[in-house]
């Protein structure tokens, strides 16, 4: 056997390898473990940046589903744990089974908020949670098949498509803070009260003030911020309820099924797997960007993998209270802005989110929030939704007028459910609840339109950059 070359003998011995210091650097970013005064304050950075999108799902259908604040509550700790799980998934995995192993933040997604919403509102009531769960395993099951095969499919959905979709959450979700901001209850007597509106606006400033003048930290948190100081504000006043706190429990893991057994409606399974095709097409989006932000570009397996584990995390997590999961765009930026890679960060970031989902009594705390608070956030959250699309569609050739007939015509469709909402009223059940959701509609158009004006017949399609099969 050869022995390693050692450097030239001196009077205290032979010298020590050269290759020392290269030795101690040769450990990638992605899975370097960092020292826990650097660790810690990391991990709390992508909690902080990805809180008020985790909650935001249970409380708007939680609160469209009349449901109590114990429910919520529920609601909100199953959405916690289940970000948490899904996000030690993608960051620690099981080698060539699940997880992309790079600092990805999986979560329940805003984009199935409108259809989910749409669910609820065509589905009888003590029926509408067990719809949308039962839609929700289909379209985690739906992920899980097509996953391996995604690759091939993404170039049916370039910046044109997933544009329009993310354009469409934004603005079909607006009526829902603006009807927070007077109340929340449209049948209570004070919905519309101007100290309903004047918590709202209260909220909004706060937030606007923040991110004016914050710095740092503070900036990225204004969302939370607000929140924070628009609740205290409301408690002298009595709009604030502490019921769900005093009987929340404060440690419980979620039931399963705890809001009934699924039930697989078809026009709701179909239309949170069109959404599920949106969101496969965000996350493969977020993995090839922060595979080149973290210098470990995202292959197809690396793809297949992170997938899996979205499909996984919607599929059982909808036993538990959970919806459809994907990437959250904002922790990508946390890892470009910050430049810490290390995906043990993120894991540390999902054990942290994995905590505070077992002890409910937090959820409550969420819950505590008034109404007209969420709705001057909400403005914002929902508003920013839109603004990320617009920024999609600045990449998608818009100089080009077929693609401008294309993106106008989507929008108008996904438009016409807020512009008109009985503008499908004499359509048969399963198409009101396909088309009576915007983002639905305006996906299903875009798709069609981007397929007849650049794939049947031509080969002018924008090309979508291949997965590397390595």
């Known amino acids: 056997m050869a022995q390693p070359a050692k450097g030239p003998a001196t009077a205290l011995g ?10 101690v650097t040769s450990v990638h970013p992605v899975d370097e473990k960092l020292h826990v005064t650097r660790l810690v304050p990391a991990a709390l950075q992508h909690i902080a940046a990805m809180y008020a999108g985790v909650v935001t799902p249970p409380l708007i259908i939680g609160q469209a589903c009349g449901l109590d604040i114990a429910a919520r509550t529920r609601l909100i ?3 916690l744990l289940i970000a948490g799980v899904a996000t030690v998934l993608q960051t620690i995995g099981v080698k060539g089974l699940v997880g992309n192993r790079l600092p990805f933040v999986n979560a329940a997604s805003s984009a199935g908020i409108a259809p989910i919403l749409a669910i609820a509102e065509t589905t009888g009531k003590g029926h509408q949670l067990p719809a949308i769960y039962g839609a929700v395993m289909v379209a985690g099951a739906f992920c899980l098949a097509l996953g391996p095969f995604f690759g091939r499919l993404l170039r049916f959905f370039p910046p044109l498509v997933t544009g329009v979709v993310i354009t469409l959450i934004g603005v079909t979700l607006m009526p829902v803070p603006v009807s927070w901001a007077q109340g929340g209850d449209k049948a209570a007597a004070d919905f519309g009260a101007m100290r309903h509106l004047a918590l709202a606006g209260f909220t909004l400033a706060v937030i606007l003030l923040v991110q004016r003048f914050g710095r740092g930290f503070v900036k990225q948190v204004a969302l939370l911020f607000g929140l924070f100081v628009g609740t205290l504000a409301a408690i002298p006043f009595g709009m604030a309820d502490f019921s769900g706190l005093r009987s929340a429990p404060v440690a419980a893991l979620p039931t399963p099924f705890a809001f009934g057994a699924p039930e697989f409606q078809p026009a709701a399974v179909l239309s949170l797997c069109i959404v599920m095709l949106v969101l496969m097409t965000e996350s493969s989006a977020g993995m090839l960007a922060l595979g080149e932000i973290c210098d470990r570009p995202a292959d197809a397996r690396t793809i297949t993998r992170g997938l899996r584990t979205d499909g996984l995390a919607t599929l059982l997590g909808a036993a538990f209270g959970g919806f459809p999961t994907s990437a959250f765009a904002q922790n990508v930026g946390v890892v470009s802005l910050t430049r810490v890679r290390s995906r043990y960060v993120v894991a540390v970031a999902g054990a942290t989110l994995l905590v505070l989902g077992a002890f409910p009594v937090l959820g409550a705390v969420v819950s505590l929030v008034p109404m007209p608070v969420l709705g001057g956030a909400g403005i914002v959250l929902f508003g920013s939704i839109a603004v990320s699309g617009i920024r999609t569609l600045s990449e998608a050739g818009l100089d080009d007028s077929s693609n401008i007939i294309l993106v106008a015509v989507a929008l108008g469709a996904g438009i016409i459910p807020l512009a008109a909402p009985t503008f499908y009223a004499d359509f048969p059940a399963w198409a009101q ?31 979508v950059p291949a997965l590397k099969s390595s």
């Open 14 to 23: 032979p010298t020590p390898p050269a290759h020392t210091e290269d030795a």
């Open 77 to 79: 700790a199953a959405s």
């Open 433 to 463: 609840t396909v088309l009576g959701s915007g983002i639905s509609a305006g996906a299903l158009v875009a798709v069609l339109l981007n397929l007849f004006f650049h794939h049947l017949g031509t080969r002018s399609g924008r090309p």
